[in-house]
């Protein structure tokens, strides 16, 4: 079975703070994407990430993905309370017939 | 372009009774997805159509859930009888179709409370 490890499971931090949350597991995935889910709503896709230590950049959001195909991350710049939210990485396996989620990181921002 | 809609929005019911949820998915989505969220928890699949074939239920448990997609458009799942452990969110996701993962776009989803 694969799993995704996100971490942390929680975190609290002031407005223009930087951030960094993690996805690891020990399988390889054909591709990783990061969703961000809002209370009350279904998640939605920030951005795919294919080729192993490809970078993406969405304004300041920056996501990376493994030399390996195994892990990625998600670093946010100067964070704002509008970042708040339920964060999710979830990886397509091998065969790109699945898309497993990790159980995410619940990210709060404060002013 | 409407996204996928979800019926009902919040559902309230005590266990042993049944239940059923209904979705609607983005106009020429041939790909239909049931997740169940768990709090705290990331969606893990359900069941997954392609059209109106059930092309993966190997995670649905079939002594009480069932699910339908008559005519390759909307679907519904439906829970009978409902237990203590079925509270969570159930969303539906929709995608262009294919047998690979493509973006999927997610519904609001349906919160149920069994009490």
């Known amino acids: 079975t694969q799993l995704l490890e996100q971490s942390p499971q929680f975190l609290s931090i002031q407005e223009g703070e930087n951030l960094t949350v993690y996805c690891n597991s020990s399988s390889v995935f054909s591709s990783l994407q990061w969703y961000r889910q809002e209370p009350g709503e279904g998640p939605v896709l920030l951005v795919t990430?294919?080729?192993?230590?490809e970078v993406k950049k969405l304004k300041r959001l920056t996501f990376q993905f493994g030399d390996a195909r195994k892990d990625s991350s998600l670093h946010i710049t100067a964070a704002q309370t509008g970042d708040t939210g339920l964060y999710l990485c979830?990886?397509?396996?091998?065969?790109?017939?699945?898309?497993?989620f990790g159980k995410g990181t619940t990210l709060s921002v404060s002013s | 372009e409407a996204g996928v809609v979800q019926s009902p929005r919040y559902k309230i019911i005590e266990k042993k009774q049944p239940v059923a949820f209904w979705c609607n998915p983005i106009?020429?989505?041939?790909?239909l997805y049931w997740y169940r969220q768990n709090l705290g928890q990331g969606p893990e699949l359900l069941i997954r159509y392609e059209n109106e074939e059930a092309v993966d239920d190997s995670q649905l448990p079939k002594d009480r859930f069932s699910a339908e997609r008559l005519k390759g458009v909307d679907s519904t799942l439906k829970i009978q009888p409902a237990e203590l452990g079925d509270s969570a969110v159930y969303l539906c996701?929709?995608?262009?179709?294919?047998?690979?993962?493509?973006?999927?776009?997610f519904g609001p989803g349906t919160r149920l409370l069994v009490l």
């Open positions: 979830a990886g397509v396996d091998q065969a790109g017939t699945a898309l497993i």
């Open positions: 996701a929709s995608s262009l179709g294919g047998l690979r993962v493509e973006t999927q776009y």
């Open positions: 990430v294919v080729t192993g230590g």
């Open positions: 106009s020429g989505h041939n790909t």
